[in-house]
T-cell receptor, first 113, second 112 residues
Framework: GEEVAQTPKHLVRGEGQKAKLYCAPI?????VFWYQQVLKNEFKFLIS????????ETGMPKERFSAKCLPNSPCSLEIQATKLEDSAVYFC???????????FGQGTRLTVV | GESVGLHLPTLSVQEGDNSIINCAYS??????FIWYKQESGKGPQFIID?????DKRQGQRVTVLLNKTVKHLSLQIAATQPGDSAVYFC???????????FGAGTRLFVKA
């Protein structure tokens, strides 16, 4: 597609439930990035992929967060046993190469209650 | 620690005036810098970028200046319009580019 598509737009989960977010990068883009934005403040980097390979996951709280980018499937970000502090907008971005313009999706707003 | 940050959290300008949004970075190894605009409820939108081998780059109504000596980045918006009201983020890409680090953002208000 011509834009990064993120689904769902909104997601509400009870504390302790699982949340799964999806991202379809722009066709032809090899790099995918996930960011977390809390209260419209700065973006926290979570993880980056080149195709299906993880390149940098230094921002991921590994005990509960996981992500995948499998061939012919949307990328996904999964949070096991959500906590209140996971409430945020999660953005996905894609780019052609590692250090060129990244195009962002519209985000998924996760609310943990 | 290393960070990309903005000097002012908010900036208010009169319509038609020029706007200047500033950003400081601390990692001299960063080689690619980007300005993004984020409107309410939307994802960041690319405005302009610059690489470390340049000190100035111009786009349509926007100019980015890079001063590597003092590790400073600025975004200039000419003839600011109401549609320019948004939060502006500077970001740096740190050698290798597998992640882009964002600053805290500056909210720009344009007064009619």
């Amino acid at each position: 597609g011509e834009e990064v598509a993120q689904t769902p737009k909104h997601l509400v989960r009870g504390e302790g439930q699982k949340a799964k977010l999806y991202c379809a990068p722009i066709k032809g883009h090899s790099y995918v990035f996930w960011y977390q934005q809390v209260l419209k403040n700065e973006f926290k980097f979570l993880i980056s992929f080149q195709n299906e390979n993880v390149f940098d996951e230094t921002g991921m709280p590994k005990e509960r967060f996981s992500a995948k980018c499998l061939p012919n499937s949307p990328c996904s970000l999964e949070i096991q046993a959500t906590k209140l502090e996971d409430s945020a907008v999660y953005f996905c971005a894609s780019s052609v190469t590692a250090n060129t313009e990244a195009f962002f999706g519209q985000g998924t707003r996760l609310t943990v209650v | 620690g290393e960070s990309v940050g903005l000097h002012l959290p908010t900036l208010s300008v009169q319509e038609g005036d020029n706007s200047i949004i500033n950003c400081a970075y601390s990692n001299s190894a960063s080689d690619y810098f980007i300005w993004y605009k984020q409107e309410s409820g939307k994802g960041p939108q690319f405005i302009i970028d610059i690489r470390s081998n340049m000190d100035k780059r111009q786009g349509q109504r926007v100019t980015v200046l890079l001063n590597k000596t003092v590790k400073h980045l600025s975004l200039q918006i000419a003839a600011t319009q109401p549609g320019d009201s948004a939060v502006y983020f500077c970001a740096e890409n740190r050698g290798g580019g597998f992640k882009t680090i964002f600053g805290a953002g500056t909210r720009l208000f344009v007064k009619a």
